[in-house]
């Protein structure tokens, strides 16, 4: 997980000066790394005592200005918030500008443990925890902006097993605000919604969360509710195939951008549970106990979908999740960075439980929608999940620092 | 926060083994800190050169089994899910010992990692995080158990500030989830729940969070989303005063156990963000940038109450809620353990969020009941909160491996 590129995670060398700066414990624990760093490239040189102690991650930092914006090649966070907002009737295309200028210079403080410019709870912004903020623009945005939009940039096509709900669905613009911790996340959502108050009204609020910083190893694939890995044939951040399938090839105002699905999959987890262990793994077509596919024993082993069973049958299903997920053709790939959300049972529900799926691709329709409709079509998954939101939005490139997201498009 | 009690952190110690046993990079963890720590005691002895790498917090474990409940004095984790349920109409004494007796041994079991006695996703209960389980009974839960009750179980007085919902409100058990991991969380409060559902219906689920593990120092003072340092006057756990506050001297079948109030308390962040920082500060009569008293420098001085300005006004202003808050008698205090809540703004709502506090003391009418009722007469803080649900429940003694926690009532 070690990619190069912005989304790499800058905390442990990037905040060694700020641990030092901020003094006391944080100070303790940048002395003891440095020693440590140096114990280890002098073995010959006798360590100094010092106290053990993790780095802190609350302070770990990622780079909010950069070609691209953060929030996509970033190894993903423990906690994420997705906010879509309706635009006002009034805000026009300069106060689109106004917004986005706003909301860049605030994402930008806030990325890197710094108050917003208004902040009212400054000693709420000072753990950034990897933060980033991560804009993206629907259908309406572009045209009021005047841009000229890429044709993906709607509503999917119907799928049959849809079940939509608009107050889950659509919007002019998503922000998407992720964190390895949930008060930074609250805090941060908090101001930059007072940013957009004047342009634009909260459509709907996604809460998510995946592994806590610290549960597991970096990098680990993440489990969804149903206990399953979840994302194992992603691309991975930092090489070429990972540019290749998410940035865009537009050479206007979205180079250097992609597209965003997100979709809100509801799971019924307690008919999931009438299925047994073996039931499970046919309908996935993968092992759940590490993910390997079911014709391998490691979770990147690549699927033998020509491998029968004695008497003939595949041993991966033809209606299991894995093949009928899998691209006919390579430019079918498409870059997942899913969370989970459990909105907790009520007198009147076992639960609201599911997957906010997110998905980064260079062109929707050449490449996720081919896939959803393999799997409308014939997913043993259905069986057990829903989709009740959908939204696609298009994201902007970074920019530079004195710039804004979405100065490519308004400017 | 070194307690020696069953709430201390036993994870990086209590977990060595385990990290060994699992081998690949978490043995490597395990490797590097032996390591770390022998180049300590060693300082003249030449370093190894090892892969610097943290702990996993995420295999950390707090005992299920022990004379007081875990989740009590066990320092605060990330995340907590507090479920309370309404006992079925046919649920008996009978019925509600095996109950109990389920509940009880998949707490056990999931706390320390392992899978739920009919765990449906097995995988997602290796990574404890510090899960603890927490039960408490309502009211009704101890006349149906035939148990006395103690003179304070029960609605507590009607305050004028209250706006109590009756769907956030009461219950007959109410079972606290808590880890630094909101996954972990999500699996053990499903694998409870299905326990209950032959016995209980869910009335109410409340999620909170705090700050994330590696975030901030262990033992730092939580805070709100106000921005306040919010707990600091707390007994520390270990200490002669924190058992004196906390445990209750009942001989019943209460010994060893406590009482728990459970309030939801709405915050009304945009009309907190009107006031400015000295009036924020005067209204809670602590600064806002480390929590000091308004007399004083650090977190931990003591308020002075008598000082004055120079025009004669004291410091601390009369109706600050530190002032309100402190008890007139050293009888009366309590130990708070609260979680932030804030469940996302939609297009109804800027948003909905607050403060799910949490206390427990040896006795709600002797040490709650008074300073709640100072507050509700004239604390400033009301002006911007508001409490929307309130519940007091009976926390019984632990229980030794082979028990159930509620033995000595239902036995």
Tied chains: 1, 2.
Aim: charged share 25%; net charge negative.
């Amino acid at each position: 997980m070690a990619a190069p590129g912005r989304g790499a995670r800058t905390g442990r060398a990037g905040s060694t000066r700020r641990q030092f700066l901020l003094g006391g414990a944080v100070a303790g624990v940048g002395a003891a790394a440095a020693i440590g760093a140096d114990t280890v490239l002098n073995a010959d040189r006798p360590a100094q005592p010092v106290p053990a102690a993790a780095p802190m991650n609350g302070e770990s930092t990622v780079p909010f200005y950069g070609a691209h914006q953060a929030g996509i090649d970033t190894d993903a966070q423990a906690h994420g918030v997705f906010v879509a907002l309706d635009l006002h009737e009034g805000t026009d295309r300069e106060a689109m500008r106004r917004m986005m200028r706003i909301l860049s210079d605030d994402a930008a403080r806030l990325t890197q443990g710094e108050p917003a410019l208004a902040d009212s709870e400054p000693e709420l912004a000072v753990t950034p925890a990897r933060l980033t903020v991560t804009f993206a623009f629907g259908p309406r945005f572009v045209v009021r902006a005047k841009g000229a939009a890429p044709a993906w940039l709607g509503p999917l096509p119907a799928f049959s097993v849809d079940r939509l709900q608009p107050e889950l669905s659509d919007g002019d613009l998503l922000i998407q605000i992720a964190a390895d911790d949930p008060l930074t996340v609250a805090h941060a959502t908090r101001m930059l919604l007072k940013d957009t108050r004047s342009f634009a009204s909260v459509r709907w609020t996604q809460q998510g969360f995946r592994r806590a910083y610290g549960s597991v190893k970096p990098g680990t694939t993440m489990r969804n509710l149903f206990g399953q890995v979840d994302g194992t044939s992603n691309p991975s951040p930092g090489t070429a195939e990972f540019d290749r399938v998410v940035w865009t090839q537009h050479d206007g105002w979205l180079a250097g951008g992609t597209s965003m699905v997100v979709r809100r999959i509801r799971m019924d987890l307690d008919k999931w549970d009438e299925l047994d262990r073996g039931g499970r793994e046919q309908s996935v077509g993968r092992t759940l106990s590490n993910g390997a596919p079911l014709t391998g024993t490691d979770e990147h082993d690549e699927p033998d979908f020509e491998a029968t069973t004695a008497i003939g049958f595949p041993v991966i299903p033809e209606f299991s999740h894995v093949r009928r997920a899998r691209p006919e053709d390579p430019g079918q790939r498409i870059f997942r960075r899913a969370y989970n959300y459990e909105d907790g049972a009520t007198a009147d529900r076992v639960s609201d439980a599911g997957l906010i799926f997110v998905s980064f691709q260079a062109d929707v329709d050449a490449q996720f929608t081919p896939i959803q409709r393999r799997l409308d079509q014939l997913d043993l998954l259905n069986e057990w999940t829903v989709p009740v939101g959908s939204a696609v939005f298009a994201v902007p490139p970074g920019c530079a620092d004195g710039g804004y997201v979405g100065e490519t498009l308004l400017t």
